[in-house]
């Protein structure tokens, strides 16, 4: 059983930048896909980026250049630095963890194929 416990996170004017941090307890291996996929009120969950065990990472076309998912895995952890915020991005973000059988790690993928995902935390931006 994969846990993940997310950290950081906060409120940010437009324009800014912020970093969450997700802490992975149990073993995920080569098969897991891990990212951060988001959910605003009122709206689906919206796959935000991946990175796989050969730190292959995807993003959203909405994050694309804006957004960086990186690992750590002396430490078992992973990240999202956040830059360039906008109003849009305001949303409760959930680390996720998914086994990949024939998928791709991506972005849209992972909030049908993840297994495993954290309480979430949340992320304001308003000036």
């Known amino acids: 059983q994969v846990q993940l416990v997310e950290s950081g996170g906060g409120s940010v004017q437009p324009g800014g930048s912020l970093r969450v941090s997700c802490a992975v307890s149990?073993?995920?291996?080569?098969?897991?896909?891990l990212g951060w996929f988001r959910q605003a009120p009122g709206k689906t969950r919206e796959g935000v980026a991946t990175?796989?065990?050969?730190?292959?990472?995807d993003y959203d076309d909405s994050v694309e250049g804006r957004f960086t998912i990186s690992r750590d895995n002396a430490k078992n952890e992973f990240y999202l630095e956040m830059n360039k915020l906008s109003a849009d991005d305001t949303a409760t973000y959930y680390c996720a963890a998914g086994r990949l059988s024939y998928d791709w790690c991506t972005a849209a993928w992972l909030p049908r194929g993840m297994s495993s995902w954290g309480k979430g935390i949340q992320v304001t931006v308003s000036s």
């Open positions: 990175i796989d065990a050969h730190d292959y990472t």
């Open positions: 149990g073993d995920t291996g080569s098969k897991y896909c």
